[in-house]
């Protein structure tokens, strides 16, 4: 029997826009303008932004927040793509948030349809998964990982440097397929 | 570093007796009268039981059901004594049925204090979770896991004899510390 090589998928910040909408909720909530942009190029910005979502984030343990999270461009296609060479995993550590999970079910429904409940799995540390390449934005689960690591860019991560990087799903597609 | 061995362990009919609460509702929906006992040691009352449950399960995907099952005896005292000589994953799947998700961690925090959102896994296939030991009721988990495979004794596995079988936490207790 053929084997297709596993990948595990991170939602948060490599499917999902969820920086995005953090920052539309920071700025409801504090009547400030940050934004994505200013994030990715400014490093006072995010530092700013850091002190501002660390006192500010109880919002991500309430219903409905992840149910609208905007999707990153791209992601349905390349993943689309990918599921036809590769066995997908979507692999969210969800667990600390239990008003997400059925959320995060509903979104990947919406979404991805072609990826079933077989699929997904909602936990706390990600080092227990077996898969061939991990696609995440956060170190600490890249770091423990025994596949090839993928670091998905995003404004948290950019003084990271020991992995390979990719910018967005073109990169994923042009790395993967 | 010493790295202790790890344990992934299933929650329904291994850590709960959720076969007992399933008992119970499809007594009250139908107005029969299976009981647990009836069901380990006649087959007939097996295969009719099965037919009434297939026919009437939607309960499962409905709020609440999970919320309030029954704890197996002695799971809680032997799990937390594995939890000093074992890293323990409590890995359900649990996916298909998204009104559970937020049920089971509430469940979990109710009656395993000790075992963190870190170390809770909501899964479709269990497959790619990689561990030492697996405890399952299910012969599709057991099957495909690369680890030891032990099948905790439950109606509907009885037929099943090419796995190591606990029948109690006491069993595992003898097995594993």
């Known amino acids: ?3 297709m090589k596993r990948i595990a998928i991170d939602m948060d910040d490599v499917l999902a826009d969820t920086t995005v909408k953090i920052i539309q909720t920071i700025n409801g909530l504090l009547d400030k303008n940050y ?4 994030l990715m ?7 700013l932004f850091l002190k501002d979502y660390l ?7 309430q219903p409905g927040f992840f149910l609208d999270v905007p999707i990153k461009e791209q992601a349905v296609e390349v993943v689309k793509k990918l599921s036809e060479k590769y066995e ?3 692999v969210s550590a969800a667990t ?3 008003e ?3 959320e995060k079910l509903i979104w990947m429904k919406q ?4 990826i079933s409940w077989t699929h997904i799995v909602f936990c706390g540390h990600k080092y227990m998964i077996q898969a061939d390449y991990l696609i995440d934005d956060h170190e600490k689960n890249l770091k423990s990982f025994l596949g090839t690591p993928l670091l998905f860019t995003a404004p948290h991560n950019l003084h990271i440097g020991e992995y390979q990087r990719v910018d967005t799903w073109d990169s994923v597609a042009n790395l993967l397929l």
């Open 88 to 90: 997908i995993f979507i």
């Open 55 to 61: 006192a500010n984030n109880s919002f991500l343990w």
């Open 35 to 38: 934004s994505y942009e200013e």
């Open 41 to 47: 190029s400014n490093q006072l910005a995010r530092e």
């Open 1 to 3: 029997m053929f084997h």
């Open 96 to 98: 600390e948030f239990p």
């Open 100 to 102: 997400s999970l059925k």
């Open 111 to 114: 979404h991805f349809p072609f």
